[in-house]
């Protein structure tokens, strides 16, 4: 087994075809994710900066990451394969907004969040961005990756919302994703996931391993999956 049925067999959910995916998540990033506009909330920080200083094509974010981290091209343009997160003071709470994002399409990304890392995130529909836990765009027909230990908490508010999500789009693009914390999702008549993995016309891999506890809540009216 390959690709996208081989991911979601990882988790349990084999038989779920790749359009049906793709037509829950319809806010998600299939569906025009605005990461690619650069809009930074509140005090976001940003990939390049001090907090978050690149070298040798690796940004490690530190410290007080309270409002999330950035990492899009419109923020940082050069070379950026790596986005590293440890050693952090405390969770990372955005207000109504993702924890972790970057839309990338000059290069491979993967983000790497360490064991000891506290997510918790709420979708606020006044805001543009979604809520994911962490989300990794990558276009261009190159590959994306999130590596992660962090405990995730989000809660959807009734609206569509993953833990992780990655999405390629092209070519022979190929996802990857290691989970090993906690992921728990929580929405109201919506669509909701712990992982997700987006492929949009890439005919490249998808592998998922997952060893964390996942949790997906989303009321009577609502899809979870794991």
Do not use: H, K, W
Not at 38 to 58: H, I, K, N, S, Y
Not at 196 to 201: D, E, I, P
Not at 210 to 220: E, I, K, Y
């Amino acid at each position: 087994m390959r690709g996208f049925e081989r991911g979601l067999a990882e988790l349990g959910l084999a038989g779920v075809s790749r359009c049906n995916l793709l037509r829950g998540a319809s806010a998600l990033a299939v569906a025009g994710f605005v990461l690619a506009a650069g809009t930074v909330q509140a005090q976001q920080v940003l990939v390049g900066t001090v907090e978050c200083p690149v070298v040798a094509e690796e940004a490690v974010c530190t410290g007080d990451l309270l409002d999330g981290v950035i990492g899009d091209q419109t923020i940082f343009a050069g070379a950026l394969s790596t986005i590293t997160i440890r050693d952090v003071t405390g969770p990372i709470e955005p207000a109504g907004i993702y924890g972790i994002g970057a839309d990338r399409s000059n290069g491979s990304l993967t983000i790497n969040v360490a064991d000891d890392v506290v997510i918790n995130t709420y979708d606020d529909p006044a805001i543009a961005n979604p809520a994911q836990g962490i989300i990794a765009i990558v276009r261009s027909g190159f590959d994306a990756a999130v590596d992660s230990g962090a405990a995730i908490t989000v809660d959807g508010r009734g609206q569509p919302v993953a833990g992780i999500e990655v999405a390629v789009f092209s070519d022979a693009s190929n996802i990857g994703i290691v989970n090993r914390g906690s992921v728990t999702v929580s929405t109201t008549d919506q669509f909701g996931a712990a992982l997700v993995a987006q492929a949009g016309t890439s005919s490249g891999n998808i592998d998922i391993t997952n060893s964390g506890a996942l949790d997906v809540t989303t009321g009577p009216g609502g899809r979870a999956m794991g």
